[in-house]
């Protein structure tokens, strides 16, 4: 019955909020997309979000699992991320939730 035990698997968002440097949001969507164009295995969609008018934001990046996350890290990852790191006005804030609804259109 493996259809079975799909349905009640869940996938898991890696969440992080943050706030950028003035004027520095656009550089970092940039790498962003480019650390998102890394991961292969489990990945299954990545969203950056925006408030307006601000340089605060939200990267949500979907997983079939943690462990599948954990191994889609790599050395291009972390140089990406090492580039990206003096963008940010703070460190940003981070944690795993795992999705419990996914309601797509009809």
């Given at each position: 019955?493996?259809?079975?035990?799909?349905?009640?698997?869940?996938?898991?968002?890696?969440?992080?909020?943050?706030?950028?440097?003035?004027?520095?949001f656009a550089e970092a969507q940039?790498?962003?997309?480019?650390?998102?164009?890394?991961?292969?295995?489990?990945?299954?969609?990545?969203?950056?979000?925006?408030?307006?008018?601000?340089?605060?934001?939200?990267?949500?990046?979907?997983?079939?699992s943690i462990e599948d996350m954990?191994?889609?890290?790599?050395?291009?990852?972390?140089?990406?991320?090492?580039?990206?790191?003096?963008?940010?006005?703070?460190?940003?804030?981070?944690?795993?939730y795992e999705v419990c609804s996914?309601?797509?259109?009809?």
């Open positions: 019955m493996p259809e079975f035990f799909d349905f009640l698997k869940h996938k898991y968002a890696y969440v992080a909020l943050g706030e950028f440097k003035p004027g520095c940039k790498l962003y997309e480019k650390a998102v164009s890394t991961y292969t295995t489990g990945f299954k969609g990545a969203f950056l979000l925006q408030k307006p008018g601000t340089d605060q934001g939200i990267a949500v990046i979907m997983w079939d954990e191994a889609n890290q790599n050395d291009s990852l972390h140089l990406i991320m090492k580039e990206m790191a003096h963008l940010f006005a703070d460190a940003p804030v981070t944690d795993f996914e309601i797509e259109p009809a």
